[in-house]
């Protein structure tokens, strides 16, 4: 998550976005657009979502959805209702799930995890500033005309 974002409540858009981009289940198709993730998770959940639904939950235009599209979000992407939540419990179970998603992708495994929790503070330290730069440096690139 966006280092912009630390020490304040993540917003549910960016908190679902994420989800969308990050944890699409293995084996399904990617989806194009709004209208193929409220299709994908209606039919993985039976919940009926509409794309109106996801369009306005995934630019905030919505931020207080019915506990059954949070249930059915939550089911879709495994990952348990207090990932939504807007308090720091919340932030904190996104932060897990997004670790958790890391292991076992672009060389993160759980060896590489085990040498970090080795490290000393020093150790950990340097190699998270290091994170946060080369993550300013990527959307700098991302970014027109950076």
């Given at each position: 998550m966006a280092d912009e974002q630390v020490g304040a409540t993540r917003s549910l858009a960016s908190k679902i976005e994420w989800l969308i981009q990050n944890r699409w289940p293995?084996?399904?198709r990617p989806p194009r657009n709004n209208v193929d993730v409220a299709a994908?998770?209606?039919e993985a959940t039976g919940e009926e979502l509409s794309s109106t639904t996801i369009?306005?939950?995934?630019?905030?235009r919505s931020d207080n959805p019915q506990l059954k599209t949070l249930k059915a979000l939550s089911t879709f992407f495994g990952v348990p209702?207090?990932?939504f939540g807007d308090?720091?419990?919340?932030?904190?179970?996104?932060?897990?799930?997004?670790?958790?998603?890391?292991v076992g992708k672009s060389g993160l495994n759980r060896e590489a995890l085990r040498a970090l929790v080795e490290m000393s503070d020093g150790g950990r330290q340097l190699v998270a500033d290091f994170i946060i730069s080369?993550?300013?440096l990527e959307r700098g690139r991302s970014k027109p005309g950076g």
């Open positions: 293995a084996g399904s994908a998770i209606s369009w306005k939950l995934r630019t905030g209702i207090g990932y308090d720091e419990e919340g932030d904190e179970t996104a932060d897990q799930i997004a670790a958790s998603s890391l080369a993550a300013r």
